[in-house]
């Protein structure tokens, strides 16, 4: 059951026939081309004698794209696939021809170093264009390409382990080459056609929308000299361009001692500043902290006058709690360098979306006057309805909803991602709490299944998935596949896409089988060996790492058994157990949970210490017992004990006051599950969530952070966007609207609302339509009412609900 990466049930039917050679793969010939962190720049001639009712262009390359139309920007980003299984764009360029002669032109990144979210394939381009039904041009080696001359390698560095490079663009008349006029030069020649012979498929999601500009406001400004590295020995041209900036010394001036014009003007300053050497004295060169006074994710974005030579390099971050952007973290780089050329000038760097709120730029070699137009982001965002709603009497509530949406829209892109500056990546255990918010808020059921996918398609021969996806890591977290199990059943009930569903099944009874085949007593060992990280929280002794360090993992060489995973295995087979009784498999559910019955009542025998009525969360280590959160809720959650048992841990996980490891911001989402099991206590849930939810508003957040550390954990580089933290839009919707699916769908639905509230409204969409619901409390009673699509069956409690 080796990791397989390609598809074969999508519809591959015949692209448009035509009489020319077929299309190929290509890439220039120019040496080096298709080495690492390479650029290529591509020209199509294109002539059409009339304006086509219907002209679109299919493209897919690895890494990245951008291309444009007679200088027209008309679409960027490659979907995230695997090599052997790549997908086209389709993009409508109908209103970016003209009538007579006309030019595409790409420029194609190829990253060739694999990371988080990508695994390297051959450096090469396909692409057609086609009007009204006929492809008029192709790759093909009639195509003109050359390496581009603007981006270079100096200087730039990995942005993190789990991203690809920064870049270094030189400007120098660039865009000439995009329009029609330009006359090629000798630099230009005929490409080699690559060896692949593989046609893509169209992609299966939507392309981003770039079409917003924002605009950061100016917060700081002031004089930079140069500084060495931490050592004091290395030079700095041997440095990133992001540890030049860390280094650098900054001295603050007030607006009208660096900026022209600005005798009476405060900060923030708004539009254009101009900044002219004989500012600079005897300082290296100047800089301007930009606050787009949001976070947000996008494309490097500029626009500027000066003369030529003038270097800009810009930095990303979240916070400036430093009183500058943190540009260089532990050997994390979030910086770039743009060499102006003469003349005004408009820049967007296409290729790697960054995200943030501030933008830190230095300014060096600058002869002459800069004026700075525009500092900030093109927006990226994926296309998608925000349907959901709640409101009630809190305000602070509406807010942490409100948030928690904006959180989950700024970590999905080509699939769910755990934060959009530091990774990028997609894990299980960050995307199922991404899937059960956006159920709650979006009506794309396309979304979460590929982000699935992806995932499904590492599992390797032990059923254990790859830590991150699309990727080949030597790394995996056995509880996040366990974890996928979970958000396969989740995805069934809140779209009922049995067919996915049943596509997958086979290869996921061969992983429940693999672990299967490990049991001892039955209970689940830990697998051993350095391919597995035991991480289940970054929590005091759950996060499987050395000394607390998250750049070392704890290698396991014996016989181990965790509480967390022998719970998560549980939920696992009664889980898969639903989806094989949805897709009539009522023989392998019966199986499933059989064991998971047996499983349950050997987990609580080796791990509940009864003096306590708590769960260990490890096996045999009486010297130094641990306890916490996560496993109590986690024994709760997988039905282990009797009821008595299970309702004494509920009330001693809903008491703080309890000696345990809390479980933090990303695991809460099994906590509050636990706790919620008891109607009583939800109270417990809906105050908790308000005081941490609302502490990181009341710091000034504008997306909710990766731990309440914010950008101080994990060795200051904390996100504070990170998308396992916007699961209040899920519990507001499941358990203040009361809103829930029992049947793939929402073909039944349970209305069981618990928080204490007067009054609450809101919307959630599903697969047949919106259900909105009104709710008044008086008691322990709810009046709703409730407008749905007519298929809907409703179960609730008569004595506690009364509809209208």
Request: aromatic share 10%; glycine share 6%.
């Amino acid at each position: 059951m080796a990791a397989r990466y390609g598809r074969d049930d999508y519809d591959n039917s015949p692209m448009p026939k035509t009489n020319q050679t077929p299309t190929s793969w290509v890439w220039p010939s120019t040496p080096n081309a298709a080495a690492p962190n390479q650029y290529a720049d591509f020209r199509v001639p294109l002539h059409v004698d009339q304006l086509p009712r219907h002209a679109q262009l299919r493209i897919c390359v690895d890494t990245n794209f951008v291309a444009w139309v007679n200088g027209q920007m008309v679409g960027t980003g490659q979907f995230s696939d695997f090599p052997d299984d790549r997908t086209y764009s389709t993009i409508d360029i109908t209103t970016a021809l003209t009538a007579g002669d006309n030019v595409l032109a790409i420029q194609a990144h190829y990253c060739g170093v694999q990371h988080a979210s990508y695994i390297p394939g051959d450096a090469g381009l396909w692409f057609e264009v086609e009007t009204d039904g006929v492809v008029i041009a192709r790759s093909d080696a009639s195509t003109l390409g050359r390496t581009s001359p603007h981006y270079t390698t100096a200087h730039t560095s990995r942005v993190t382990i789990q991203r690809g490079f920064t870049f270094c663009f030189q400007a120098n008349s660039q865009s000439r080459w995009l329009v029609a006029d330009y006359a090629t030069t000798s630099e230009w020649s005929p490409v080699v056609l690559t060896h692949s012979q593989q046609i893509p498929r169209p992609r299966p999601l939507k392309m981003l929308n770039t079409d917003e500009r924002l605009a950061g406001v100016i917060v700081a400004q002031g004089l930079l000299k140069h500084g060495i590295g931490n050592s004091g020995s290395e030079h700095r041209d041997n440095q990133s361009i992001a540890a030049q900036m860390q280094h650098d010394f900054l001295s603050a001036r007030r607006p009208w001692e660096l900026f022209e014009g600005a005798e009476a003007s405060n900060l923030p300053l708004r539009g254009p500043v101009t900044i002219h050497a004989n500012k600079l004295n005897c300082a290296d060169g100047a800089y301007v902290l930009y606050d787009l006074e949001r976070e947000e994710c996008g494309f490097i974005d500029l626009q500027l006058h000066c003369e030529s030579g003038c270097v800009i390099d810009i930095a990303v971050g979240e916070h400036v709690d430093d009183l500058r952007v943190r540009a260089n973290i532990g050997g994390r780089n979030f910086a770039s360098r743009y060499i102006a050329s003469a003349g005004i000038q408009t820049f967007t760097h296409w290729h790697h979306r960054y995200a943030g709120r501030y933008l830190q730029i230095h300014i060096t070699k600058l002869t002459g006057a800069l004026r700075l137009d525009h500092v900030g982001f093109a927006v990226a965002s994926y296309p998608v309805h925000e349907i959901g709603r709640y409101e009630e009497n809190d305000q602070l509530l509406n807010r942490i909803w409100i948030t928690a949406r904006k959180t989950l829209r700024l970590c999905m892109f080509e699939h769910y991602e755990d934060c959009p500056l530091r990774e990028q990546a997609l894990y299980a255990n960050d995307g199922r709490n991404q899937m059960l918010s956006g159920y709650y808020l979006f009506n794309d059921y396309d979304f979460p299944r590929e982000s699935l996918d992806l995932l499904h398609r590492t599992t390797e021969e032990d059923g254990y998935q790859h830590l991150c996806a699309p990727a080949i890591l030597d790394i995996t977290i056995p509880s996040f596949t366990m974890t996928w199990m979970l958000a396969l059943r989740d995805y069934l009930l809140y779209t009922g896409d049995a067919e996915y569903c049943k596509r997958v099944f086979p290869q996921v009874k061969q992983m429940l089988a693999c672990y299967e085949s490990t049991l001892d007593h039955q209970l689940l060992p830990c697998p051993t060996g350095k391919r597995y990280w035991h991480f289940y929280d970054w929590a005091p002794g759950l996060d499987g790492t050395q000394a607390s360090d998250c750049t070392q993992f704890a290698c396991i060489d014996h016989t181990r058994f965790d509480a967390p995973l022998n719970a998560l295995w549980v939920m696992a087979l009664r889980a898969i157990a639903q989806v094989a009784t949805y897709i009539d498999d009522r023989e392998t559910a019966t199986h499933y949970q059989a064991v998971a019955g047996d499983a349950s009542m050997a987990i609580h025998q080796a791990f509940f210490e009864s003096k306590s009525d708590r769960y260990r969360t490890y096996l045999n280590d009486d010297a130094n017992p641990h306890f916490s959160e996560l496993t109590q809720a986690m024994m709760v959650l997988a039905n282990v004990g009797d009821a008595s048992t299970r309702q004494a841990v509920t009330r001693r996980l809903a008491n703080n006051d309890h000696g345990m490891v809390p479980a933090t911001l990303s695991q809460s989402l099994y906590k509050y599950e636990a706790i919620l099991q008891c109607d009583a206590l939800a109270d417990v849930v809906r105050i908790d969530m308000l005081e941490k939810w609302s502490s990181m508003l009341l710091a000034g957040a504008t997306s909710f952070w990766e731990t309440q550390r914010g950008g101080w954990d994990f060795h200051h580089a904390g996100s504070l966007c990170h998308g396992w933290s916007g699961t209040p839009a899920y519990f507001l919707g499941a358990y203040g609207l009361g809103i829930k699916p029992i049947e793939p769908g929402f073909r039944r639905v349970s209305i069981h609302p618990v928080f204490n509230f007067d009054h609450a409204q809101g919307i959630v969409p599903t697969p047949l339509g919106q259900i909105a619901i009104s709710l008044q409390r008086s008691g322990d009673r709810y009046h709703a009412q409730i407008t749905a699509p007519n298929d809907v069956e409703f179960v609730y409690d008569h004595d506690r609900i009364t509809i209208d």
